[in-house]
């Protein structure tokens, strides 16, 4: 069985300060890792994937498969960060990926 | 469209009553899944289409749930006898091709469905 850890439900920080979203996974299989982001009345979209190994809005995430972990980072939170992220592993639904969610994470940046 | 629509945005309905939600997902895209999403937890599969063929329906909670897409296009979510469990938002989301392992998946904005 596949399942996606985020283990705060709430993180406050303030402008300028590191942030760092915590997500664990387990799943047996070779996975593949995304955040998604939901900022205020507006959709689900994508943040990045670990695949494309980039950095996307400031932010990064690195596959650790020792640590079974995919913690989003970032090194200056902005105001505009403030949003519900979102873990998710991609386990195939036929020939297609369906994905298996964490229960996310509201990230509250303040001045 | 620009996006994945659905509709109705927002429905409350009875304790028993039938309910469908509708979906257009962005034209050409071959791939649809529906999502639940109870209040304060991440979203939960539901079913998966490919065309028209509905490939897994691993995640419908029970048979009073039943989802279609007749044409490969519009999908639709059909809850049965609707129980208060079954409040919360159903997502649509689509992808471009069968494989979608890797590419983006695009979301509705998601139907808010509350059982009274």
């Known amino acids: 069985a596949q399942r996606v850890t985020q283990p705060e439900k709430l993180l406050s920080v303030f402008k300028g300060a590191p942030v760092e979203l915590k997500c664990n996974y387990s799943?047996?299989?070779?996975?593949?890792l995304f955040w998604y982001v939901q900022y205020s009345r507006q959709r689900l979209q994508l943040l990045l994937r670990?695949?494309s190994r980039e950095s996307i809005k400031g932010f990064t995430a690195d596959l650790n498969k020792g640590e079974t972990s995919f913690h989003l980072k970032k090194p200056f939170a902005q105001e505009e960060d403030s949003a519900m992220y979102y873990c998710a592993l991609s386990g195939r639904a036929g020939t297609a990926s369906k994905l298996t969610f964490g229960t996310g994470t509201r990230l509250q940046v303040t001045l | 469209g620009a996006g994945v629509s659905q509709s109705p945005r927002y429905k409350v309905a009875k304790r028993g009553q039938d309910v469908a939600l509708r979906c257009d997902p962005i034209s050409g895209h071959v791939s649809l899944f529906w999502y639940q999403q109870a209040l304060g937890q991440g979203p939960e599969f539901l079913t998966y289409?490919?065309?028209?063929?509905?490939?897994?329906k691993s995640g419908l909670p029970s048979d009073r749930f039943f989802a279609e897409r007749p044409e490969g296009s519009v999908s639709t979510l059909k809850i049965q006898r609707t129980q208060q469990e079954d409040s919360a938002v159903y997502l649509c989301a689509s992808s471009p091709d069968a494989f979608s392992s890797g590419n983006t998946i695009y979301f509705g904005e998601g139907s808010w469905l509350t059982v009274v």
């Open positions: 799943y047996s299989g070779s996975p593949e």
């Open positions: 289409f490919q065309n028209e063929a509905q490939l897994d």
């Open positions: 670990h695949i």
